[in-house]
Nanobody, 119 residues
Framework: VQLQASGGGLVQSGGSLRLSCAAS????????MDWYRQAPGKQRELVAT???????IYAESAKGRFTISRDNAKNAVYLQMNSLKPGDTAAYYC??????????????WGQGTQVTVSS
């Protein structure tokens, strides 16, 4: 099983981006799906979580500006980012605990997608 992220890019301060991440492979179920980010020289931090039933949790820095959602039929998670600031510049990673059809669980990271916000 794997996660494939996309949607990063360069945007001006105040702009918007939508990140996507899709799981593939022999998937039985997916628990919480998360977005993390890591800026140069900083630790990776949790940005937002969406549970399997659609509940959401946000870091303080993301509240009111970012929206996480998922499409269970597509095994996908999204992050809509509005009012972007230079401080949001980072590599963004999706993460999920995925249960394969073999019933084994896997902790899976997507590859990073770079978000750069210019002032």
């Amino acid at each position: 099983v794997q996660l494939q992220a996309s949607g990063g890019g360069l945007v001006q301060s105040g702009g918007s981006l939508r990140l996507s991440c899709a799981a593939s492979g022999n998937i039985f179920s997916i628990n919480d799906m998360d977005w993390y980010r890591q800026a140069p020289g900083k630790q990776r931090e949790l940005v937002a979580t969406v549970t399997s039933d659609g509940s959401t949790i946000y870091a303080e820095s993301a509240k009111g500006r970012f929206t996480i959602s998922r499409d269970n039929a597509k095994n996908a998670v999204y992050l809509q980012m509005n009012s972007l600031k230079p401080g949001d510049t980072a590599a963004y990673y999706c993460y999920a605990q995925i249960r394969a059809t073999s019933r084994a669980w896997f902790a899976v990271w997507g590859q990073g997608t770079q978000v750069t916000v210019s002032s």
